[in-house]
């Protein structure tokens, strides 16, 4: 279950990510409001996958979700540059969590 929790979390820091990126354009209370949720949520999450996981294993994973998860999903909703190296680059990130998998 720890680890549902922190892919779980992994989930909230992206739409977290996309939420600071629409405070940014939009300048509203929703915005705020879910900004707020969505990285309370993930830190909950975080917090209770670290009472069975390693706290590095638990951490490390969680960026790297939150950070290839928000990279792609700034390919995909903002335009941004979607050049293969990129590509590459994220898919190292998310082989680095699935190998921290894998020896945890």
Do not use: C
């Amino acid at each position: 279950m720890a680890w549902v929790s922190l892919i779980v979390a992994g989930l909230f820091e992206m739409f977290g990510v996309v939420m600071i990126s629409k405070l940014h354009k939009d300048r509203n209370w929703q915005s705020v409001l879910f900004l707020t949720l969505a990285f309370g949520a993930s830190f909950v999450f975080l917090a209770y996958s670290m009472k069975t996981l390693p706290m590095g294993t638990a951490y490390a994973i969680w960026t790297g979700i939150g950070a290839s998860g928000g990279a792609i999903l700034g390919m995909l909703l903002y335009g941004e540059s979607k050049d293969w190296r990129r590509l590459i680059f994220i898919g190292m990130v998310l082989g680095a969590a699935i190998g921290l998998k894998l020896v945890s």
